[in-house]
């Protein structure tokens, strides 16, 4: 993807373009691109908060789960508590 590209995917979701915010987590998640997907989260879309906890939690990444767990995310808690329990 270039950059010119991937600049227009955000414009367009910044401007509520849910179809634009749909092909940026998917292109995140690809790449394992945690702070993109958390800069999504953090506007308020789930899908991206779905996604963030599934890639948190394939990559182990207990601090990113607590964080999520810590906010009310409860698939990130259950995640967390799968982790600590082992």
Known sequence: MTAPHYAGLRERAAKGDRDAV??????????GDLA?????ADLGWTT?????????????????????A???NRDAADLLREYTAD
Do not use: F, M, Y
């Open 48 to 68: 991206a908060t779905d996604q963030l906890v599934e890639l948190a939690g394939e990559l182990g990444d207990v601090a990113e789960l607590r964080r999520l």
């Open 22 to 31: 749909d092909e940026l987590v998917e292109l995140a998640g690809e790449r």
């Open 36 to 40: 993109e997907l958390r800069r999504l």
């Open 70 to 72: 810590e906010e009310g």
